[in-house]
């Protein structure tokens, strides 16, 4: 099963926002609403920021959103901030009690 | 509160085996699968498989259904995980997740283990 496709790379400066693109196929992202979104800093385990697609875990930044368009989930992060800067994997079901992940993309905050 | 403790950094020969612990508290233990997913040095994330941890079906990843085995003990609120047939390119940190966590949704993972590093080197 290949990876979900992200950008390797993004980037933005503290206060704007920025998007992260999580491509999959008809098989994952596409027939299921069911995208999670981890944050992962440096030697640190990597940390749920939205689940089943748009939802935020209780007590969450709401600076974090996600969204779904066809086999593309997305993440933004609004207002951004200096420790905001890590990587961000995306994960879809994949169906059949299967999971798959995305490839990661590193987020520098300029 | 939830909490997942994994066992501590392994080193193992190519070949060999590595068996690797979780141990749950904060929650029913039964009530709430685990999935394992590793990641290598600078690498993605990869998920592994999962354990019902009531009635002890599993789920493996193809990458890995031929040499990793899940099992669990109740009594000890521990769930392991086993990867034989070492090879260089399994050097990792291997980490256990509780799905859901947040609503009635199981199709994510609100709780991580630290993480165990395990390097094979010979």
């Known amino acids: 099963q290949s990876a979900l496709t992200q950008p390797a790379s993004v980037s933005g400066s503290p206060g704007q926002s920025i998007t992260i693109s999580c491509t999959g196929t008809s098989g994952d992202v596409g027939t299921y609403n069911l995208v999670s979104w981890y944050q992962q800093h440096p030697g640190k385990a990597p940390k749920l920021m939205i689940y089943?697609?748009?939802k935020r875990p209780s007590g969450f930044s709401n600076r974090f959103s996600g969204s779904k368009s066809g086999n593309t989930a997305s993440l933004t992060i609004s207002g951004l901030q200096a420790e905001d800067e890590a990587d961000y994997y995306c994960?879809?079901?994949?169906?059949?009690?299967?999971?798959?992940f995305g490839g990661g993309t590193k987020l520098t905050v300029l | 509160q939830v909490q997942l403790v994994q066992s501590g950094a392994e080193v193992k020969e190519p070949g060999a085996s590595v068996k690797v612990s979780c141990k749950a508290s904060?929650?029913?233990?039964?009530?709430?699968?685990l999935h394992w997913v590793r990641q290598a040095p600078g690498q993605r994330l990869e998920w592994m498989g999962w354990?019902?941890?009531?009635?002890?079906?599993?789920k493996y990843s193809k990458n890995f259904q031929d040499r990793v085995t899940f099992t669990r003990d109740t009594s000890a609120t521990t769930a392991y995980m086993e990867l034989s047939s070492l090879r260089f390119e399994d050097t990792a940190v291997y980490y256990c997740a509780r799905e859901g966590g947040y609503g009635s949704g199981s199709y994510y993972w609100g709780y991580w283990g630290q993480g165990t590093l395990v390097t094979v080197s010979s």
């Open positions: 354990i019902n941890v009531d009635n002890t079906n599993t």
């Open positions: 089943e697609g748009s």
């Open positions: 994960c879809s079901y994949a169906g059949s009690g299967t999971w798959v």
């Open positions: 904060g929650y029913t233990f039964s009530s709430h699968s």
